[in-house]
């Protein structure tokens, strides 16, 4: 079955001249938006929403440290301690990531304090 066509598809080009810099400059801008070029301008001068959005460069770094959380977390729950203070100190080492995993959640959120 056909896919259903859309009566507002976009079909128009706009091309715009700029110098290299500038044109580095506007994608590092959007970028950091989490956005594409194109949509950061429709966003910007017609108020229209983008679609999708993308994580900017210091929301994905923080993604990534609590993926990397959890894999450290994940190794220490599978090391076998031989004695009490091997014990302690992986539960300490797990807490901190526990906790530092907390910290990079709540920064995602945006809730700092």
């Known amino acids: ?3 259903p066509t859309k009566d507002d ?18 994608q590092s801008i959007a970028t950091n938006r989490g ?16 679609k999708v959005t993308f994580a900017n460069p210091d929301r994905a770094r923080l993604i990534k440290a609590i ?11 599978t090391i ?10 992986i539960d300490s ?6 906790l530092s995993f907390t910290l990079i959640k709540d920064e995602l959120n945006g809730n700092k304090g």
């Open 93 to 98: 080492a797990i807490q901190g990531a526990l």
């Open 35 to 50: 956005l594409y070029l194109s949509e950061m301008i429709m966003l910007d001068y017609l108020q229209k929403q983008p």
């Open 80 to 89: 076998n301690p031989k004695d009490a203070s091997q014990s302690e100190q």
């Open 67 to 77: 993926a990397l959380l959890g894999q450290i977390v994940t190794y220490l729950n």
């Open 1 to 3: 079955m056909a896919r």
């Open 9 to 26: 598809k976009k079909t128009k080009i706009i091309p715009i001249r700029a110098t290299e810099g500038e044109k580095t400059a506007l």
